[in-house]
């Protein structure tokens, strides 16, 4: 709704509801007094509305630009992938974070279905989520 719509709302709102309100000896209120204190209470309702609109874009931008409330967590888990030349395990984030087995499973496979990681199995048996872009910066490190 834009500022006009709600001022004529409360326009016809005033009008309507103001006689059922005021004493009898008292003088109807003029249409300019009428229209003063509808774009009032109209400017104050949009003013409101918009501050919560923004406030509502501002955390959503907010968690854009960071990654949401996991931005930490998902910083500690690609300081252990670069650590380990991108390859790790579950157990390799829980044993070097302050994450348990299953937020760092989570986590994990949660970059293997954004393509960020592979998987891969180990002659063990375990299960190696495979970082190519951290292993290929690795090798190049080394060469010079």
Same mark, same amino acid.
Not at 28 to 44: M, R, V
Not at 45 to 70: A, F, P
């Given at each position: 709704?834009? =500022?006009?719509?709600? @001022?004529? *709302?409360?326009?016809? &709102?005033?009008?309507?509801?103001?006689?059922?309100?005021?004493?009898?000896?008292?003088?109807? #209120?003029?249409?300019? @007094?009428? *229209? #003063?204190?509808? =774009?009032?209470?109209?400017? !104050?309702?949009? !003013?409101?509305?918009?501050?919560?609109?923004?406030?509502?874009?501002?955390?959503? =931008? %907010?968690? %854009?630009? *960071?990654?949401?409330?996991?931005?930490?967590?998902?910083?500690?888990? =690609?300081?252990?992938? %670069?650590?380990?030349?991108?390859?790790?395990?579950?157990?390799?984030?829980?044993?070097?974070?302050? #994450?348990?087995?299953? +937020?760092?499973?989570?986590?994990?496979?949660? &970059?293997?279905?954004?393509?960020?990681?592979? #998987? %891969?199995?180990?002659?063990?048996?375990?299960? *190696?989520?495979?970082?190519?872009?951290?292993?290929?910066?690795?090798?190049? +490190?080394?060469?010079?």
């Amino acid at each position: 709704m834009n =500022l006009i719509s709600i @001022t004529v *709302i409360f326009y016809f &709102f005033i009008k309507w509801v103001g006689p059922v309100f005021r004493p009898e000896d008292e003088p109807d #209120l003029s249409n300019f @007094t009428i *229209i #003063l204190i509808s =774009l009032g209470i109209a400017l !104050i309702i949009m !003013i409101v509305s918009r501050m919560k609109g923004d406030i509502t874009q501002l955390e959503k =931008l %907010k968690n %854009k630009e *960071i990654g949401g409330k996991e931005s930490p967590r998902v910083i500690e888990v =690609l300081s252990i992938v %670069k650590a380990n030349e991108g390859f790790v395990t579950i157990a390799d984030v829980a044993g070097n974070s302050e #994450l348990n087995m299953r +937020e760092s499973e989570e986590i994990l496979y949660k &970059f293997q279905k954004e393509g960020h990681a592979q #998987l %891969k199995v180990a002659e063990t048996g375990d299960v *190696i989520f495979y970082f190519p872009g951290f292993h290929l910066a690795s090798l190049t +490190e080394q060469k010079e």
